[in-house]
């Protein structure tokens, strides 16, 4: 049997602490500045899907429910 080492001890101890402490601020911050070209493609192409699919349905819709 092998006894912790007093390394072992304080991570343990400061592992504790930091699992309950309230106070711990994480940062998260994106490390580069520009969205990615695919991700630009797939909001496109989104936004444009979003805007096929009110026009055709939803409008649609409102048209048969208001008169």
Do not use: C, N
């Not at 072992?8 to 309950?20: G, V």
């Not at 940062?27 to 969205?35: A, E, F, K, L, V």
Request: net charge negative.
């Amino acid at each position: 049997m092998t006894t912790p080492s007093s390394t072992d001890s304080t991570d343990a101890q400061t592992a504790h602490e930091t699992e309950s402490s309230d106070q711990v601020h994480y940062h998260h911050q994106y490390r580069h500045g520009r969205m990615p070209f695919f991700m630009k493609i797939l909001w496109l192409g989104f936004l444009v899907f979003g805007a096929w699919y009110v026009s055709t349905y939803l409008l649609a819709a409102l048209q048969s429910e208001v008169g």
